[in-house]
């Protein structure tokens, strides 16, 4: 039997009819329509909807679309009822961006470009119901997320907060943080960008982090993904005390920590650029400087602001506040790396016992002082020979309250 290759096969295979001919199968038969059958085992494949932004789809699309396809074929060969929906993206940047680069109207260029993501799709042979077809411009459909909305602001899950965003002062506009430059320009006209705090509207997903963490912990994701999925939840323990300018007790800052066992170690505060009485704090000698630095934090995004690869910086305000819990005045700083909107756009410095601000102390010059040590105790025997003792190592915190 003489040898058969792949390429003599492939030259006799008609791919353009043959496939042409059973997706026009399918889509007669509807052969991939969900039905109510609760007799068998049901399964929901969801595809990221794309962003009916373009011209048509890219090498990306399809790259994603084929891995759930071959699992969601495979799901329902094996006895599942297969829930395979497809859908368009379409309100928000992405459809505006489109429509500005060519001049025509959103609506229009919308429905265009989904029109033709569809035939692509289709072509494709990807294995969707397209009777459940979403569209997020169609009323039929954002009613439902209008009505969910609702739904929320009514148990107080949805409230309104200002907050600083991504603002280009050219465009008038907000940006999200895809639109600006890595050197923190506005990617639509190359303005440089700047932090603006405008009223919006916050949902509160805090409130169900406990639950939200619980069930990230039973996904079957790599290790890495889930734990971007827990630093988003951002679940924070901690607690707030307050302190008081040194020579005018009536102006008062509320700080947030989670290590509240290192209070003693603290030998200095920061507040964040964009704190709300900042300016409170700022005696006249120091304003220039602060002023200044305040106006250079704008350009930044957070991600830069609180990486750790990048060095921080800051700028003394000229204020002394009081540690409540030992009486004693530390110097009130603003540096970058501590951010408005999380806890209370204040934090205690404890160098000994955290590297950024170890860093930071190290750089400016400010005092180090531990105020834990570790001491290991030892206790037990062993039943077995009560000649030979046996010790067990306990490690514990020790909180060094007075250390000069």
Not at 391 to 398: A, C, E, P, Q, T
């Amino acid at each position: 039997m003489g040898k058969i290759y792949f390429s003599e096969i492939m030259a006799q295979y008609d791919h353009l009819s043959l496939e042409t001919k059973w997706q026009k199968f399918w889509e007669e038969n509807k052969s991939f329509k969900t039905e109510n059958d609760f007799s068998k085992p049901k399964h929901y494949c969801l595809d990221m909807f794309p962003y009916p932004s373009g011209a048509g789809l890219h090498v990306g699309h399809p790259k994603g679309f084929v891995g759930n396809d071959i699992y969601a074929r495979y799901k329902h060969t094996t006895g599942y009822n297969i829930l395979h929906p497809m859908g368009w993206d379409a309100f928000g940047l992405p459809a505006e961006n489109y429509a500005i680069k060519t001049g025509v109207h959103p609506r229009i260029t919308t429905d265009q470009n989904i029109a033709n993501y569809k035939r692509q799709l289709k072509s494709l042979g990807l294995a969707y119901d397209w009777d459940r077809e979403v569209d997020t411009t169609d009323p039929e459909y954002y009613k439902w997320t209008q009505w969910i909305f609702l739904k929320m602001f009514e148990a107080g899950l949805a409230y309104e907060q200002d907050l600083p965003i991504n603002y280009c002062p050219s465009c008038k506009t907000g940006l999200a943080n895809e639109e600006v430059n890595a050197d923190h320009t506005c990617d639509r006209c190359g303005t440089l960008v700047e932090k603006k705090k405008i009223r919006q509207w916050v949902l509160a997903i805090t409130k169900y982090a406990e639950r939200l963490l619980a069930d990230v912990d039973t996904l079957d994701w790599p290790e890495g993904i889930k734990e971007m999925q827990r630093n988003w939840i951002g679940k924070s323990e901690g607690c707030e005390f307050e302190m008081k300018k040194s020579d005018d007790p009536t102006k008062s800052i509320r700080v947030y920590t989670t290590r509240i066992d290192t209070v003693f170690g603290m030998t200095y505060a920061v507040m964040a650029p964009d704190h709300k009485d900042v300016e409170l704090f700022i005696t006249p000698e120091h304003r220039q400087a602060c002023e200044s630095y305040i106006v250079s934090s704008k350009s930044k995004s957070d991600q830069d602001r609180t990486n750790d690869a990048i060095a921080k910086t800051g700028v003394f305000t000229g204020s002394q506040v009081i540690n409540p819990y030992n009486g004693e005045s530390v110097p009130l700083w603003i540096a970058d790396y501590v951010l408005g909107h999380y806890g209370t756009g204040t934090v205690m410095a404890v160098p000994a016992h955290d590297e950024r601000d170890f860093a930071f102390a190290k750089k400016y010059s400010l005092p180090i002082r531990q105020s834990i040590r570790t001491k290991i105790l030892f206790a037990g025997q062993n039943a077995a020979r009560k000649e030979a003792e046996t010790l067990y190592r306990h490690v514990v915190d020790v909180i060094i309250e007075n250390q000069n």
